[in-house]
């Protein structure tokens, strides 16, 4: 099957200091390759700071790569412009960790949700308002909701808010970043279902970004393990989280208390 | 909770009293007594009366209706100088905290040039280039002003740029003009207000310190720093000519900065938790 996404021998880094004709760099992303095929998901799993985020916010176009390059649908995403870029746009959507920051404080959740339908054009505007409910309803809230503010809503509407947002133009791919680990467990386990129900419905594939062990293994096709910018292991996840072939892998598991028990495939989601 | 009541005072406070001002500037025309330039020559230095309530001054006119058409002059300068400062400032600080790179570096830099030179030595030049009065030193004011304004500008927006919703806004196919005009300069507008008024009062002294050096205001204009400067000579024998303009000042100063604080408490998100 064909990728959809492929990311090839992706670098990022930063200048962190030193004279301008010494600077010294820190490799954000250090040479990563790696690709999500149509309607799966990859789970992409590292600890703080190891470059997962910065390589979401790659993919998405939100920030520049220093090397290699990201191919979506077969054609490379550096230097989009005009109607090719809004298309990309328009197929690969995010969802971000923080349901607080991720709708404007002074927008009603349900401009926030139609601001992609006005952006990409799709509908007229007599009929947005009708996607909007619809979306409301794809996952599962009450569309009387729409009129009120984010500081109304609790983190998991804010996230299915989030989430009915990024569904708003139909992407093929959605970078999650981190969907749920602000939220309640209880909270987390709805939110995960819904993602994957929705995926299953749709079709769409997902880069699932997140350093939580248990819910990569409960969300995902594949898995990567990123540390410190680079890329130590890839495989199925069934495969990874059986048999770990890299020592920070086992080390991840190790830190995971329902892992070491034995239950690879018990979720956090009690 | 009691501090969110006082908070509001503050800032209920600030606005009656600017409101109060603004209607006694307006209506100056119709309230005063007397012609603020008429000159009696019969009553110079006449005391406080029932026919002169605040007094005559060294050229025997009505101080009352002095101190009323210089709040007229005052107020414009001071008002107008800051609305002008926070109109460019807004624009400018938006581009450089939002784009960042050579274009933060390129209006950084030059705010920094206009922060350099002293506030009052910058308005001393521009005036000494332009000629002095009212329009030059509504100029001189919002220049000083608009380095200020404009990092403070940047420096939310930095804060804005840096969240979710922008990201997200722009992955959903917003251009960068409507991710400025819709999600981050309303955002990141707060902190401007703020400043905006706090830098009224201080506009508003600067004005009268300019028209007290006979660089602002020219007479016969009536103008509460000229006012000051007539009346120094005279402070012992008619103190009544430098008091009324003097507390004129004072009260104006003060309702701007309560204003300005209560705004301040609004927008502190630690004034909003407790």
């Not at chain 1, 983190?155 to 808010?161: D, F, L, M, T």
């Not at chain 1, 749920?180 to 279902?193: E, F, G, P, T």
């Not at chain 2, 000229?226 to 000519?241: C, K, S, T």
């Given at each position: ?39 799966k998901t990859l789970g992409l799993v590292g600890e703080s700071g190891s470059g997962k985020s910065t390589l979401g916010r790659c993919v998405l176009g939100l920030t520049e790569a220093s090397g290699g390059q990201v191919i979506f649908d077969g054609t ?158 890839l495989g199925q996840t069934d495969q990874v989280m059986r048999h770990p072939s890299h020592a920070y892998t086992r080390s991840l598991l190790a830190a995971n208390p329902t892992l070491v028990k034995g239950e690879p495939h018990a979720h956090r989601t009690? | ?274």
């Amino acid at each position: 099957m064909a990728d959809l996404l492929r990311v090839e021998n992706l670098c990022k880094s930063y200048p962190a200091g030193g004279p301008p004709w010494d600077r010294r760099r820190v490799m954000a992303l250090d040479g990563i390759s790696l690709s999500v095929q149509r309607g799966k998901t990859l789970g992409l799993v590292g600890e703080s700071g190891s470059g997962k985020s910065t390589l979401g916010r790659c993919v998405l176009g939100l920030t520049e790569a220093s090397g290699g390059q990201v191919i979506f649908d077969g054609t490379p995403v550096q230097g989009l412009t005009g109607r090719a870029l809004s298309d990309f746009r328009r197929r690969v959507q995010p969802v971000f960790q923080d349901p607080f920051g991720s709708l404007d404080p002074r927008w009603p959740v349900g401009r926030s949700v139609r601001e992609a339908l006005d952006c990409f054009r799709i509908g007229t505007a007599a009929t947005r308002d009708g996607q909007v409910l619809d979306l409301f309803n794809r996952v599962g809230l009450d569309p009387a909701l729409a009129c009120r503010f984010p500081s109304a809503l609790s983190g998991g509407q804010r996230q299915r808010v989030a989430i009915a947002a990024a569904l708003a133009s139909e992407p093929e791919l959605i970078i999650a970043d981190e969907p749920v680990s602000a939220l309640d467990m209880s909270v987390q386990a709805q939110i995960l279902n819904l993602f994957m129900d929705l995926q299953a419905d749709l079709g769409v594939a997902s880069l699932f970004i997140t350093h939580d062990l248990g819910v990569v293994n409960h969300v995902s096709d594949d898995i990567a393990v990123l540390s410190r910018g680079k890329l130590v292991e890839l495989g199925q996840t069934d495969q990874v989280m059986r048999h770990p072939s890299h020592a920070y892998t086992r080390s991840l598991l190790a830190a995971n208390p329902t892992l070491v028990k034995g239950e690879p495939h018990a979720h956090r989601t009690d | 909770m009691s501090r969110l009541r006082s908070t509001n005072a503050m800032i209920l406070a600030g606005l009656a009293v600017l409101a109060l001002l603004g209607v006694i500037a307006v209506a100056a025309p119709w309230i005063a007594p007397y012609d603020p330039e008429a000159l009696d020559v019969m009553g110079v230095m006449g005391p406080p009366s029932l026919a002169h309530p605040f007094g005559l001054d060294v050229l025997g006119r009505d101080v009352l209706s002095r101190v009323l058409y210089s709040l007229r002059v005052s107020l414009l300068v001071s008002i107008s100088a800051v609305a002008v400062a926070t109109l460019l400032a807004v624009p400018l600080g938006l581009l450089a905290g939002y784009f960042g790179r050579w274009v933060d570096t390129a209006i950084s830099r030059a705010l920094d040039m206009m922060l350099v030179l002293p506030a009052m030595l910058m308005a001393i030049t521009l005036i000494a280039i332009l000629g002095p009065g009212s329009a030059v030193a509504t100029l001189a004011i919002a220049m000083i002003y608009l380095p200020i304004l404009a990092r403070v500008m940047r420096t939310s927006t930095l804060v804005v740029t840096g969240l979710d919703y922008v990201a997200g806004s722009r992955a959903r196919g917003a251009s960068h003009l409507r991710v400025l005009v819709s999600h981050v300069a309303p955002n990141a507008l707060g902190p401007v207000v703020v400043q905006a008024s706090v830098l009224s009062a201080f506009a508003l002294q600067l004005e009268a310190g300019l028209s007290f050096l006979g660089l602002g205001t020219q007479p016969p204009t009536p103008s509460l720093g000229g006012m000051l400067a007539d009346g120094r000579d005279v402070l012992i024998q008619a103190p009544w000519v430098e008091i009324f303009p003097g507390l004129a000042i004072v009260i104006a100063v003060l309702a701007f900065t309560l204003l300005g604080e209560g705004l301040r408490r609004v927008f502190d998100p630690r004034g909003v938790a407790e």
